[in-house]
């Protein structure tokens, strides 16, 4: 086992030293895999053999060594293996930050979301294959494959070291905290067996955005999402009772919040709101940040819960908005303003029979003391849903009102 | 997200089938393997023996009940399954268009998502 502050230090660095070794040799794809080789061998030898004076010294020397070894053994590239090897041997790492750099290129749009979250958790959080594979239930080889794929994709794409400009970086940006935002719900809804491995997740998503918001401390939107991490993982404790039954927020237990996060996250989402843009991981964070300022459920401010939602209905129009603005709205005049807005999603094939459409029209028919209705379905969401922890929360709430 | 593809097969439409059609089934199975593995989707494949040689299992007042031939009384019975994991349920139908069971009339190619798993997955 890797100690934890060698395995903390080496996510830091694999970022760095990966940016390191592309500028220098300009190919993605080999200079990856020689980073990945340089981790392993010193999460293996620096617990042994103690720290190295220069720990990104030797990280990057160790990893110029396996590409030129894998430029090397590349018959078809041995034209290219004299220059390489002339090449005089890397010194300090040059001072630039490539963080950034690398998850745009890891966000390339030639890849599936699947192969950018694997991408980015190797390439810039550090991660190794196995523990990618791990944190997703797959096999090592799956995962592997998958790592691979991408690369070449991005190869063939013509995927350059170089940041994006203009509308192509902002574009890029979305999609980066797009998939910061994935990694995060992986983790943070996990519900099943290895639970810790997908914890780890929701703290690799967030330590990613931290490095991004360190980058770009004025992009509301980065700040926004950071807010909106911090904010959810809050409440995580209180999420699930000990035999790991979801908890909904109505009934948590507020005192087994996380302050500390709080107080961090409410400060980020006031600081984005300040920006200049508005953007939806904004408005969400301000309504996590909304049900973090209610000492109770019962004094949860839901007229200001519904207005943020009417903003990220106009901003970022989406079903799944306009599903939780219906509970806001029940809330504020009553389970029958909050099922007449649901009919409106009736139509909307992206929603018809989706479990969560169906367990809120539950939830508000049960408010509204229609036993039957709620009864039903309670039970249609709970056979709709893939979430065993879900699953069992809808039938208790059907067990509930059958008795 | 992981889906589970099960082949529904009927022996008598596989026995009716003419050398070059089995062998095709055969190659195109073998080309789906090759490409859901190089995409990095593939986690496990299996197929199993004839339903004939399936022995149903029953414990009554305690006492095990073995008995051969499938469960079902149907013509169908599952002949194996792929488990894959990937973007969506869109992509695993998209999967499940290029195994070529699915072109031939009488057998049948189901798509489900997993909801739980637990077990080895490094084997």
């Known amino acids: ?403 | 997200m992981k889906f589970l593809i099960s082949m529904h097969i009927n022996p008598a439409v596989l026995d009716a089938l003419t050398d070059e059609e089995r062998a095709a089934l055969g190659a195109g199975h073998g080309e789906f393997i090759e490409e859901v593995k190089r995409s990095g989707e593939l986690i496990a494949m299996q197929a199993l023996v004839d339903p004939s040689q399936a022995a149903v299992v029953s414990v009554r007042d305690g006492r095990p009940v073995v008995t051969d031939g499938p469960f079902l009384e149907a013509k169908e019975h599952l002949g194996g399954f792929y488990l894959v994991d990937c973007e969506d349920k869109a992509r695993a139908v998209e999967l499940a268009t290029r195994i070529p069971d699915a072109a031939i009339e009488g057998l049948g190619v189901e798509v489900r998502q997993v909801m739980f798993a637990d077990g080895q997955l490094e084997a």
């Open chain 1, 1 to 403: 086992m890797t100690p934890p502050a060698v395995v903390d230090l080496l996510r830091e660095l694999a970022p760095q030293v990966l940016g390191a070794l592309v500028r220098r040799h300009d190919r993605f794809e080999g200079c990856e895999d020689a980073v990945q080789e340089a981790v392993l061998a010193a999460a293996v030898q620096w617990p042994v053999e103690g720290l190295p004076a220069n720990p990104r010294g030797w990280l990057l020397t160790v990893a110029s060594r396996r590409f030129v070894d894998q430029v090397r053994s590349d018959h078809a590239r041995r034209a290219r293996e004299a220059a390489v090897a002339a090449e005089v041997p890397p010194g300090e790492v040059p001072d630039t930050d490539d963080t950034l750099v690398l998850l745009f290129l890891c966000c390339h749009p030639a890849l599936t979301e699947a192969s950018r979250i694997a991408l980015t958790l190797r390439a810039v959080g550090g991660l190794t294959t196995a523990e990618i594979a791990r944190a997703f239930l797959v096999p090592e080889a799956t995962m592997a494959a998958r790592i691979s794929r991408a690369k070449q994709r991005v190869r063939a794409a013509g995927g350059s070291f170089g940041p994006p400009v203009g509308e192509e970086r902002v574009e890029r940006l979305r999609a980066v905290l797009h998939v910061l935002y994935l990694i995060f719900n992986e983790g943070y809804t996990a519900s099943s067996g290895r639970e810790l491995h997908r914890a780890d997740l929701a703290r690799e998503a967030i330590r990613l955005t931290r490095a991004v918001h360190a980058r770009l401390p004025a992009d509301s939107e980065v700040t926004g999402l950071l807010a909106l991490m911090l904010l959810t993982q809050a409440r995580q404790a209180a999420r699930t009772t000990a035999t790991g039954d979801l908890v909904p927020l109505a009934e948590q237990d507020r005192a087994q919040w996380d302050r500390e996060l709080i107080e961090e996250g409410v400060l980020l989402a006031k600081a984005s709101l300040a920006g200049p843009a508005l953007g939806p991981y904004q408005v969400q964070a301000a309504v996590a940040a909304t049900h973090a300022d209610a000492a109770s459920a019962g004094e949860t401010d839901w007229a200001q819960v519904h207005a943020l939602y009417l903003v990220l209905e106009r901003i970022a129009p989406n079903p799944v908005v306009t599903l939780n603005r219906a509970i806001a709205l029940a809330e504020v005049r009553g389970p029958a303003a909050g099922l007449a807005l649901l009919s409106t999603l009736d139509g909307d094939g992206r929603l018809a029979e989706h479990h969560r459409l169906l367990s809120v029209r539950a939830h508000l028919l049960e408010k509204a003391g229609d036993v039957a209705g709620a009864l039903a379905n309670y039970r249609r969401a709970a056979k709709a849903t893939a979430s065993i922890a879900e699953q069992r929360y809808l039938e208790s709430r059907a067990a509930r009102l059958k008795a």
